[in-house]
């Protein structure tokens, strides 16, 4: 089978340019939207000493040298939020971000090794409020290209109604016949074994080895995800404690995080928090991550110390990180990541 040609051609690069276009016009209004709301855009590095401490979150691993010789780790950040956060806890109020940010294992329609992240933050404000800026963002994407609505792989979502908000566990309900929150403690752990009776009983695949994250997830991605964003945006809402290492426990149910991500055409497009704060809690989070990584794959990731040390002085705030290319993609009607970035990085020939 040949090979297709290089994205550098001058045909293929006359294909995708309307979307890279469309790309360029919508950060503009992006910058211009969070200016006009008093952020400050903000440049973050993104060579950090941990890249980030989610156990399924692959990184890409260098080494500074010394001019003594000395070798330092360092890592390409899979996201600039630990370096965000600490701005919060410099004193900056409202902050948003255009970071590149590395995954490594990460390639396909919708995943790229190197891509554009999007995040912002809101000190002392609700989480609900970021719930009110994606519906905007959603919009004024649209708006600005002039699409009436998002599309994916032949499905649509309308960028101007209001996005639908749906707890986890009535998702979990809804579309799987379970009830999510029957194997989750009130301190937050789970019950494995009850999670995997009730998808027994609801037909669904378990295995031996796995564990209430891996049941979690295969229901999550096989049964709620391609049902979301349909006809209008989904903000699914309320993970389980267990599901939001880096989010505070809701008020009203401990059993829960304040945690949305939004979806729209069956996409994951952003993924929100309500910050935890509690330097000995999230260290205490990071470790159980850090454990999982290690049982799956076989390797761990070093916790940052002066994002803890930050952290303990952060006042709340709410954050948000939005994958920018995918929402270029379903605003254009791209239909691969690549073909919204204007340089991808190069794929290993045979």
Request: include cysteine; aromatic fraction near 10%.
């Amino acid at each position: 089978m040949p090979h297709a040609s290089p994205w550098w051609t001058p045909d293929v690069h006359a294909d995708r340019r309307p979307f890279l276009i469309g790309r360029n016009r919508i950060q503009s209004a992006l910058r211009r939207f969070f200016d006009e709301r008093d952020f400050i855009e903000v440049d973050t590095a993104a060579l950090q000493v941990s890249p980030g401490n989610e156990a399924h979150l692959h990184a890409f691993a260098t080494e500074a040298l010394g001019l003594d010789g000395s070798v330092q780790p360092l890592y390409l950040h899979t996201s600039p939020e630990f370096a965000c956060k600490k701005l919060i806890a410099a004193g900056e109020r409202r902050i948003a971000c255009f970071a590149h940010v590395y995954r490594n294992r990460e390639r396909g329609p919708l995943h790229h090794p190197e891509f554009t992240m999007l995040e912002w933050y809101r000190a002392e404000e609700g989480y609900e409020t970021l719930m009110h800026d994606c519906g905007e963002i959603l919009a004024l994407a649209a708006e600005t290209v002039a699409a009436r609505s998002l599309v994916y792989q032949g499905h649509e979502c309308d960028p101007f109604a209001e996005p639908e908000r749906l707890s986890v566990a009535e998702a979990f309900a809804r579309f799987a016949g379970l009830d999510l929150l029957a194997s989750v403690q009130e301190d937050g752990s789970t019950d494995r074994e009850s999670l995997a009776a009730a998808m027994r009983e609801a037909g669904l695949r378990v295995a031996g080895d796995d564990s209430w994250a891996d049941l979690f997830s295969r229901v999550l991605v096989e049964r709620i995800e391609p049902n979301l964003g349909f006809g209008r945006a989904t903000i699914l809402d309320e993970y389980p404690v267990a599901e939001a290492a880096l989010a505070r426990p809701a008020a009203a149910d401990p059993r829960v995080a304040e945690r949305f991500e939004l979806y729209a055409c069956g996409v994951e497009l952003a993924n929100a928090f309500g910050e935890l704060t509690d330097a000995a809690e999230q260290r205490r989070r990071f470790e159980l991550e850090m454990a999982e990584k290690a049982r799956v794959y076989g390797e761990t990731y070093p916790i940052d110390e002066d994002f803890l040390a930050a952290l303990a002085g952060m006042p709340e705030a709410s954050g948000i990180a939005l994958g920018f290319d995918r929402l270029v993609m379903l605003a254009t009607g791209a239909s691969r990541i690549d073909q919204v970035l204007w340089a991808p990085v190069a794929e290993a020939t045979p």
